[in-house]
């Protein structure tokens, strides 16, 4: 059986790394120290959306702090935050095999060219997952959101594939990956927004003032990416192009047309919103900075994302980190 390594156990590191282990699979969770404590003492709890759970005991899962425990891995899941990634591949250079195939389940763009830079020997390929995991604290990690995982097409993903499905995450393989992290990354531009509203991602979304700030944020992105002749995949029930329009609908229309937008557990919320309280680095350089960065390519601006780059960096520096919708979006448009 191969060995599945994990590097960055935490939510989506312990989730993913946790359903394989339960269906069998042969695991190794490389996290920190204090991971490393919780789970020792509380084992692992998986949950899901649809009512699934899987529990582990504390000695049923295997877990490391150092990149050593991937010495023997054949697969490895790259599942640290983006800022953590050029750091990652270098530790895994140190230890994998040449045969090893590195998969980056991360958001953002460029996060498996960032692991090929140390990792020239490996195969390395791009990922996408698509739904929401909250840490719930003793070890319980909670899939809140529905979709499946999506990794750049490879013939070396073929002897895992059956351990994925198996734990009932199949892998789907996209011929064009980068369509599809744009979509995600577009979905994505909420993530600041949440993390600003303090609030859980479904009241956020269900307040309008808010949904129309993420429709000016998608808005920007989606002009400049026509502009770069880059058609964004579809992950949700409507075309990415028709978001900003729907999201602008009053609260009780938006609920009936985009009613599975909102098919969110109460509790979720996005991954920037856990790194603000966790004061670490958010991802919003990798995320709305990309939007940005595509602007400035192609010889334009894009004031609401920068902006939303700004506030964020602001609130990471211990500034504003509750804003109501309405006071965001004034922010916002003011920018443009
Ligand atoms: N959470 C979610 O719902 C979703 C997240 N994503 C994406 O998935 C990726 C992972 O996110 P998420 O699981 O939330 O992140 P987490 O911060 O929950 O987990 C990453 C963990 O990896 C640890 N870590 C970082 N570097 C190393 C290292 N070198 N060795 C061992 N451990 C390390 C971090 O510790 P420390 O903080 O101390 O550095 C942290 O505990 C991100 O790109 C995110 O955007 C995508 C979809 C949904
Ligand atoms: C699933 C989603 C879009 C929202 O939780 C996410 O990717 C994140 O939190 O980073």
């Not at 058609?231 to 409507?238: D, E, F, M, V």
């Not at 004031?303 to 309405?326: D, F, I, T």
């Amino acid at each position: 059986m191969a060995r599945i390594a994990v590097m960055g156990a935490g939510s989506i590191g312990c989730y993913v790394g946790g359903r394989l282990a339960a269906a069998g699979a042969d695991v190794v969770l490389i996290g920190r120290e204090r991971l490393a404590r919780e789970i020792a003492r509380h084992g692992l709890h998986l949950s899901d959306y649809r009512g699934g759970s899987w529990s582990q005991h504390p000695a049923q899962i295997n877990i490391a702090t150092s990149v050593t425990a991937a010495t023997q891995a054949q697969l490895v899941l790259v599942t640290v935050k983006s800022a953590a990634t050029l750091a990652a591949g270098e530790e895994l250079a140190r230890v994998l095999d040449a045969q090893a195939v590195v998969v980056s389940l991360q958001n953002g763009l460029g996060n498996a060219q960032r692991l090929r830079q140390h990792l020239q020997a490996q195969t390395v390929l791009g990922g996408m997952v698509p739904f929401n995991v909250l840490q719930r604290g003793e070890g319980r990690f909670h899939q809140g959101t529905e979709g499946e995982l999506e990794v750049e097409a490879h013939v070396r993903l073929a002897p895992f594939l059956a351990e994925f499905e198996r734990a009932g995450l199949p892998l789907r393989q996209p011929a064009d990956l980068p369509a599809v992290q744009w979509g995600k990354l577009l979905l994505n531009l909420n993530n600041p927004i949440n993390a600003l509203s303090n609030l859980p991602l479904k009241t956020q979304l269900s307040q309008r003032a808010y949904r129309r700030c993420l429709a000016l944020a998608q808005r920007e992105g989606l002009a400049l990416l026509q502009q770069a002749a880059v058609a964004p995949a579809r992950l949700t029930a409507l075309p990415p192009a028709w978001l900003p329009r729907v999201l602008q609908l009053p609260d009780l229309l938006f609920g009936i047309v985009a009613r599975r937008m909102l098919a969110i557990d109460p509790l979720a919320r996005s991954s920037m919103w856990e790194d603000l309280q966790a004061q670490r680095a958010t991802e919003v350089d990798w995320i709305n900075g990309e939007i940005v960065a595509l602007a400035q390519s192609l010889g334009r601006s894009a004031p609401v994302n920068a902006r939303l780059v700004e506030l964020m960096h602001a609130a990471e520096q211990g500034g504003r980190r509750e804003w109501s919708g309405a006071e965001l979006l004034a922010a916002l448009t003011a920018a443009l």
